[in-house]
């Protein structure tokens, strides 16, 4: 009778472990090794989209999530799990099944999550219809107020906005500069094609016109297996705040390289980081309607290495 009840108590032992066992992360199954992009998140679980379908990942406490530093990437420097977002390209280890795996590590490239985070802002209107609500309401006061002392007094704030614009342009140079390593390995470039993408006032939507022109350059670039870019350069006009300005012209960068990346098929890693240039550069006059039109824009050009577009 007491060996009957000792087995008896071991096979509930048995059986309870096997219950409790997923929820404390003992769940058995093979290892998984995988790339992909994240497609969707939902608090610790993330869809993957890797070359073979849709992978679920989750994490949990014990996940390192992490990615190279250095010039070797050996080291590697540990991340939150917020930097998890759709649009990542990541690798991912861990154990389950071909459909779903329990991450142990997850590694990713700092450059493949400046260019996520880029996705995403240009998915999130929010700051931009911010900006275009004040660069509206600039429009209209500059139009009907006459008070020479409140338009003094506007000129002031756009020189001191002007002022904070300037100091904020070594960060700016320096992102290009990272970027354009990015493209180091294509040596001295020649301009194989571009297309300039202009927008009513305060507005940063793709017309239907200018995704056919976006889907062709794109077409052309794509038709290379290496030595190609395309750069991507927002611009506004002088009309409003020059803060404004500059959000806007960023907006507007970031629609184009959301278009290029999601409907286009353009490989992350052949895009440069969009530049926002404000009200710099203007290629027309800012002092006529005709001339601002010009000036609300974004420059894309399809870049090739002279030797490649030389063997043509």
């Not at 009309?239 to 507007?252: E, M």
Request: aromatic share 4%; charged share 20%.
């Amino acid at each position: 009778m007491l060996s009957r009840r000792i087995a008896l108590t071991a096979c509930l032992l048995a059986v309870f472990a096997l219950a409790v066992a997923p929820a404390f992360g003992f769940a058995g199954g093979d290892k998984v090794k995988d790339k992909g992009v994240i497609t969707l998140r939902n608090g610790d679980t993330l869809t993957v989209k890797t070359s073979d379908g849709d992978v679920t990942v989750t994490i949990n406490a014990d996940t390192k999530i992490q990615h190279p530093v250095g010039l070797t990437g050996v080291r590697k420097k540990q991340d939150s799990p917020d930097v998890l977002i759709p649009g990542l390209k990541l690798k991912f280890e861990g154990t389950g099944s071909d459909t779903q795996v329990v991450a142990k590590t997850i590694e990713f490239d700092s450059d493949d999550l400046a260019l996520a985070q880029v996705i995403q802002a240009a998915l999130n209107p929010t700051a931009l219809e911010q900006a275009k609500h004040g660069q509206q309401i600039a429009a209209t006061q500059a139009a009907t107020e006459a008070n020479a002392a409140a338009i003094e007094q506007a000129k002031q704030q756009i020189a001191a906005t002007q002022q904070e614009i300037e100091a904020n342009k070594a960060s700016i140079d320096e992102v290009a500069a990272s970027t354009q390593k990015r493209f180091s390995e294509m040596g001295e470039v020649v301009t194989k094609d571009q297309y300039t993408v202009y927008f009513a006032t305060g507005d940063y939507s793709l017309s239907p016109e200018a995704k056919r022109s976006l889907a062709n350059l794109a077409k052309q670039g794509l038709t290379y297996s290496k030595g190609w870019g395309i750069s991507v350069a927002g611009y506004a006009d002088s009309t409003g705040a020059a803060a404004a300005n500059q959000v806007l012209s960023k907006q507007r960068a970031q629609a184009v390289v959301a278009y290029l990346l999601q409907d286009c098929g353009v490989p992350v890693g052949r895009i440069l980081a969009p530049g926002a240039m404000g009200e710099t550069n203007p290629a027309a006059s800012n002092e006529t309607a005709s001339g601002r039109a010009e000036n609300r824009r974004v420059d894309v050009k399809l870049l090739l290495n002279k030797g490649v577009a030389g063997g043509m």
